[in-house]
């Protein structure tokens, strides 16, 4: 259902060059009609407004009930950061952060990991820009593994485009079976579709994404 509180976040996206329309290639190989590249978010006031986004989600979804939150390099960065940044100053939530580097550094402190530690038994929630066929995620996971003892509780995405992943279920059904936590989404594929139905002159548009989810959307949750 599209809320006004989503229809602000697809606009934010449009206003921002963020969600785009045309023809590209998605990070699971599939030729997509439509393309949200956080990239093009490159302003103070753009990764602000975005925390907020994200910050109502975890708020609304997780409380203060995790210890830290993990953004993968390289978008899920400045992610992560607007989010922890927004979670303080719009609900006094104050969780540390942390990345990992795409190359191990072999000088100074070493390692994978920049910012926060987690200790064994903490709980951490990956923030990250769009679940498409839970690649990302899983790479995330893979990257995450090298942390003894630390549980990933919750992801928390963007734009969940509704695709199916390994199977035909979906993406964000079989990350929640095959590692055991929920990932949540401000907006949907579907949300989208919505959105841009209010007004004729999207049709085109409309029409070239359904036929993609004809032949990628996900038979079933």
């Given at each position: 259902?599209?809320?006004?509180?989503?229809?602000?976040?697809?606009?934010?996206?449009?206003?921002?060059?963020?969600?785009?329309?045309?023809?590209?290639?998605?990070?699971?190989?599939?030729?997509?009609?439509?393309?949200?590249?956080?990239?093009?978010?490159?302003?103070?006031?753009?990764?602000?407004?975005?925390?907020?986004?994200?910050?109502?989600?975890?708020?609304?979804?997780?409380?203060?009930?995790?210890?830290?939150?993990?953004?993968?390099?390289?978008?899920?960065?400045?992610?992560?950061?607007a989010?922890?940044?927004?979670?303080?100053?719009?609900?006094?939530?104050?969780?540390?952060?942390?990345?990992?580097?795409?190359?191990e550094?072999?000088?100074?402190?070493?390692g994978?990991?920049?910012?926060?530690?987690?200790?064994?038994?903490?709980?951490?929630?990956?923030?990250?820009?769009?679940?498409?066929?839970g690649?990302?995620?899983?790479?995330?996971?893979?990257?995450?593994?090298?942390?003894?003892?630390?549980?990933v509780?919750?992801?928390?995405?963007?734009?969940?485009?509704?695709?199916?992943?390994?199977?035909?279920?979906?993406?964000?059904?079989?990350?929640?079976?095959?590692?055991?936590?929920?990932?949540?989404?401000?907006?949907?594929?579907?949300?989208?579709?919505?959105?841009?139905?209010?007004d004729?002159?999207?049709?085109?548009?409309?029409?070239?994404?359904?036929?993609?989810?004809?032949?990628?959307g996900a038979?079933?949750?």
């Amino acid at each position: 259902m599209l809320t006004e509180k989503k229809k602000e976040f697809i606009e934010f996206m449009m206003e921002s060059d963020v969600l785009r329309f045309g023809d590209f290639v998605t990070k699971s190989g599939r030729n997509t009609p439509y393309f949200v590249n956080t990239g093009n978010f490159r302003t103070g006031k753009q990764i602000a407004t975005l925390g907020k986004f994200y910050a109502a989600l975890i708020k609304e979804n997780c409380g203060d009930n995790f210890d830290c939150m993990f953004g993968p390099a390289y978008k899920g960065i400045p992610l992560a950061t607007a989010a922890a940044g927004a979670l303080y100053n719009e609900y006094k939530i104050d969780k540390p952060y942390f990345f990992n580097r795409k190359e191990e550094k072999d000088h100074g402190e070493g390692g994978v990991f920049v910012g926060y530690k987690p200790q064994s038994g903490e709980e951490v929630v990956i923030v990250e820009d769009v679940i498409t066929a839970g690649t990302a995620i899983r790479e995330s996971m893979a990257i995450l593994s090298k942390l003894d003892g630390v549980k990933v509780s919750a992801t928390f995405v963007m734009v969940d485009r509704k695709e199916k992943g390994k199977t035909e279920k979906s993406a964000m059904a079989e990350v929640s079976d095959e590692f055991g936590f929920p990932v949540y989404s401000v907006v949907d594929v579907y949300d989208i579709i919505e959105y841009l139905e209010e007004d004729e002159s999207n049709r085109e548009n409309v029409d070239r994404i359904k036929a993609y989810l004809a032949v990628n959307g996900a038979k079933s949750n």
